[in-house]
């Protein structure tokens, strides 16, 4: 059994992720802005314990530090899931500086803090793993203009955790980005490829496959490296 922290388990893809390990029998810390909010899927494992939950805001450095200070025990895999598609423009020309700086709090600098903050619990654990999930539409390679702040966000998130592959790597602390597919859910939408079920499946084969030696890179749910 191993203990996995996953950011935004309320609902998309970090609640199908949290509910597929728990079935596993694995421990998981869930956070949740709003600690009412636990989906039926999950109460059942919140009541005996298997799952704990931890409200934090990504936006919010001191909610990040008390829920930091709330959990004592290592943590094996965390999962930077919580993120948000920002404003739906249709060019970069129509983009509002507010409404962007909000997506970069939220999707770059929020799996950063994160990281900081739980740091001290990943070096408890003999072989941590950090997974952020990015999106391939902050690929360089894709040149469109659509949601430019989501796109700027996820290139950025994905510039972040290059970086701390490189710091961790020494500690033994392995760093990925993926792209989850294109998946249904409140953000994705109802005409999205995937199911949420077949996203996070292939997100823990991920987790469970990636080690040390690849570390720094970018990948998707099927397992293909992705250019940045
Ligand atoms: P959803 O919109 O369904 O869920 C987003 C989750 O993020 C919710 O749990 C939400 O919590 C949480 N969240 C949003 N803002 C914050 C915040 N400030 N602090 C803490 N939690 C927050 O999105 P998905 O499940 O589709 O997306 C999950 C991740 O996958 C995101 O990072 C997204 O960018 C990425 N992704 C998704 C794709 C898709 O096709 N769906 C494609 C590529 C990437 P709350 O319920 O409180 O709002």
């Known amino acids: 059994m191993s203990t996995y922290l996953i950011t935004g388990i309320g ?13 596993r029998g694995e421990r ?4 949740l802005r709003d600690p009412a909010q636990v989906p039926a899927s999950l109460s059942a494992f919140a009541e005996s314990g298997q799952l704990k939950l931890l409200t934090l805001d990504v936006q919010d450095g001191a909610s990040i530090a008390e829920a930091a200070r709330q959990l004592d025990e290592p943590v094996d895999v965390l999962v930077n899931n919580a993120g948000i598609i920002g404003q739906r423009n249709a060019s970069s020309l129509d983009t509002d500086a507010e ?22 619990h990943l070096r408890r654990s003999k072989a941590a793993k950090i997974m952020t ?44 980005a993926v792209h989850p597919g294109w998946v ?6 109802s005409g999205a490829d995937i199911a949420v079920e077949e996203s996070a499946a292939g997100l823990i084969r991920l987790i469970d496959g990636l080690s040390l030696k690849e ?14």
Do not use: C
């Open 133 to 176: 999930i990015s999106s391939r539409m902050g690929s360089m390679s894709h040149a469109k203009s659509d949601r430019i702040a989501y796109r700027a966000s996820k290139a950025a998130v994905n510039k972040v955790m290059q970086g701390l592959a490189t710091d961790l790597q020494p500690e033994g602390i392995a760093v990925f």
């Open 11 to 23: 609902r998309g893809i970090g609640q199908e992720l949290a509910r597929a390990l728990l079935m």
């Open 28 to 31: 998981v810390i869930g956070t």
């Open 184 to 189: 249904r859910t409140d953000m994705g939408g």
């Open 215 to 228: 570390t720094g890179g970018f990948f998707d749910w099927t397992g293909d490296r992705l250019s940045f």
């Open 99 to 120: 409404s962007f700086l909000e997506t970069l709090r939220v999707n770059t600098l929020g799996p950063l803090r994160v990281i900081q903050a739980f740091l001290p």
